[in-house]
Nanobody
Framework: QVQLVESGGGLVQAGGSLRLSCAAS???????MGWFRQAPGKEREFVAG????????RYVDSVNRRFTISRDNAKNTLYLQMNSLKPEDTAVYYC??????????????????WGQGTQVTVSS
């Protein structure tokens, strides 16, 4: 069983930055990985995804050029650098891994391992 553990969430003012981390319990962990988020009363949505080698990255339009996804495979860790945060970025952020695909899916249904989530709150 693979465990994903997120960290780095918190409260930040609009315009500020946070960096989320997600550590995987298995080494190596040669899977596509992604970040999703769920705001109160809304469905969970794809935020960013990255391939095993880091060559493919995808972002939802609303975070493009503000968020950067990266990974350090030697440390089995996924990151999400979030800059210029907005109140509408407030959500629980989840990291996820897709063990079956190599196309960096934007669909949550393709991801089979999930972390417990970390809260990000952006105040105006």
């Amino acid at each position: 069983q693979v465990q994903l553990v997120e960290s780095g969430g918190g409260l930040v003012q609009a315009g500020g930055s946070l960096r989320l981390s997600c550590a995987a319990s298995r080494r190596p962990f040669p899977y596509d990985m992604g970040w999703f988020r769920q705001a109160p009363g809304k469905e969970r949505e794809f935020v960013a995804g990255i391939s095993w080698g880091g060559g493919i990255k995808r972002y939802v339009d609303s975070v493009n050029r503000r968020f950067t996804i990266s990974r350090d495979n030697a440390k089995n860790t996924l990151y999400l650098q979030m800059n210029s945060l907005k109140p509408e970025d407030t959500a629980v952020y989840y990291c996820a891994a897709d063990s079956q695909s190599s196309a960096v899916s934007t669909s949550e249904h393709e991801y089979d391992y999930w972390g417990q989530g970390t809260q990000v709150t952006v105040s105006s």
